[in-house]
């Protein structure tokens, strides 16, 4: 989607995105205890198909690590949040992990 450094609200690009990654991250735009989110870099890796979707990783100095799969390719995304228990319980409930 972009190959260079600009910020659409809370999303700051600096990569492009995988293909359904932009939906999740307008999505979490809207909670009140998302500062940011930086999509990172993308893998990919030859290893067939896995799971599908957003995924909580682990906790960071300032919010959470995320990798979102889609089919063979991986794409880290960093979120800054204000509420480490609230970002945890949303992203939780809303994604049903």
Request: with cysteine; hydrophobic share 30%.
């Amino acid at each position: 989607m972009a190959n260079f450094k600009y910020r659409n609200g809370k999303i700051k690009l600096e990569h492009h995105i995988l293909e359904g990654l932009g939906k999740y991250l307008s999505d979490m735009a809207e909670w009140e205890e998302v500062e940011s989110i930086i999509p990172g870099r993308i893998s990919r890796h030859n290893k067939g198909r896995g799971s599908k979707g957003l995924f909580l990783k682990y906790k960071t100095l300032s919010g959470y690590k995320l990798l979102y799969k889609n089919g063979t390719s991986v794409q880290e995304v960093f979120v800054v949040c204000s509420d480490y228990e609230a970002f945890e319980e949303r992203f939780k409930s809303y994604y049903k992990t």
